[in-house]
């Protein structure tokens, strides 16, 4: 069941080599499958009456090009499977003449606001979607914290940070992870592809730190992030791929 709808990327919206910024593509994909799903048993207004929230626990992204401002863009979702805990939902954001942009693959689970715990999924609500069960799950790559990090910056979270399910939403994390990459850096390179786990929750007023090594390696640039607290005990893993502009 594919669910699409047209963006005006605004300039609000992009960073200063006008590219369409991270955290905001995030917005976009919460956005569009929020709509596809409001009005039924899966959106976060039915979910919260029920004491649930979606919480997503991996993404993969490829990114062929992010989108400029002022570019109509077409953002399109679907919901292909799950088993019993784990959702899975794509994303595709293409131009006017049908290239894309961005894909994306996404895990989720169900999530009790109260208990903080993840729940079984909700068999009636994924036929009433129309979503089928899966004997094969999608693979993700597997992401490990590294021994050590070259660099590492604490942060606070505060309550603009937060989202429906009271603890720091999705793009928010990539805010900490670029502020830990130098300017020049930033202004001289662009993201192709992006792999993050999300482990535990962070939570108000917390001041966990985010950590990253930059490794190149000829023609090939990534950067390893974690967010961990005081403990090292980490709560979100990252790994960016990069091509120089």
């Given at each position: 069941?594919?669910?699409?709808?047209?963006?005006?990327v605004?300039?609000?919206?992009?960073?200063?080599?006008?590219?369409?910024?991270?955290?905001?593509?995030?917005?976009?994909?919460?956005?569009?499958?929020?709509?596809?799903?409001?009005?039924g048993?899966?959106?976060?207004?039915?979910?919260?009456?029920?004491?649930?929230?979606?919480?997503?626990?991996?993404?993969?992204?490829?990114?062929?090009?992010?989108?400029?401002?002022?570019?109509e863009?077409?953002?399109?979702?679907?919901?292909?499977?799950?088993?019993?805990?784990?959702?899975?939902?794509?994303?595709?954001?293409?131009?006017?003449?049908?290239?894309?942009?961005?894909?994306?693959?996404?895990?989720?689970?169900?999530?009790?606001?109260?208990?903080?715990?993840?729940?079984?999924?909700?068999?009636?609500?994924?036929?009433?979607?129309?979503?089928?069960?899966?004997?094969?799950?999608?693979?993700?790559?597997?992401?490990?914290?590294?021994?050590?990090?070259?660099?590492?910056?604490?942060?606070?979270?505060?309550?603009?940070?937060?989202?429906?399910?009271?603890?720091?939403?999705?793009?928010?994390?990539?805010?900490?992870f670029?502020?830990?990459?130098?300017?020049?850096?930033?202004?001289?390179?662009?993201?192709?592809?992006?792999?993050?786990?999300?482990?535990?929750?962070?939570?108000?007023?917390?001041?966990?730190?985010?950590?990253?090594?930059?490794?190149?390696?000829?023609?090939?640039i990534?950067?390893?992030?974690?967010?961990?607290?005081?403990?090292?005990?980490?709560?979100?893993?990252?790994?960016?791929?990069?091509?120089?502009?």
């Open positions: 069941m594919k669910y699409s709808e047209k963006h005006i605004n300039y609000y919206e992009c960073d200063e080599n006008k590219n369409l910024k991270l955290p905001a593509m995030i917005d976009l994909m919460m956005s569009v499958s929020e709509h596809q799903l409001d009005s048993n899966g959106s976060t207004n039915a979910l919260t009456k029920r004491g649930l929230g979606w919480v997503v626990t991996q993404y993969h992204m490829e990114i062929a090009r992010l989108p400029h401002p002022n570019e863009i077409i953002l399109t979702t679907e919901p292909f499977g799950y088993n019993r805990f784990l959702e899975y939902r794509n994303y595709v954001f293409t131009d006017q003449t049908g290239n894309e942009l961005i894909t994306v693959k996404s895990e989720w689970v169900l999530f009790d606001l109260k208990t903080r715990k993840l729940v079984s999924t909700d068999k009636e609500m994924m036929a009433e979607l129309g979503i089928p069960l899966l004997k094969k799950l999608p693979r993700f790559p597997r992401l490990r914290v590294q021994e050590n990090y070259e660099k590492k910056r604490q942060y606070r979270v505060r309550y603009d940070d937060l989202d429906t399910n009271h603890h720091m939403t999705n793009g928010h994390y990539f805010n900490w670029l502020d830990t990459l130098d300017r020049d850096f930033l202004k001289n390179h662009v993201v192709k592809t992006i792999d993050i786990k999300f482990n535990l929750e962070v939570r108000y007023g917390q001041t966990p730190y985010a950590c990253v090594n930059l490794i190149k390696d000829g023609d090939t990534k950067s390893f992030h974690a967010i961990a607290d005081e403990d090292k005990k980490d709560k979100a893993v990252c790994e960016l791929t990069w091509r120089k502009i």
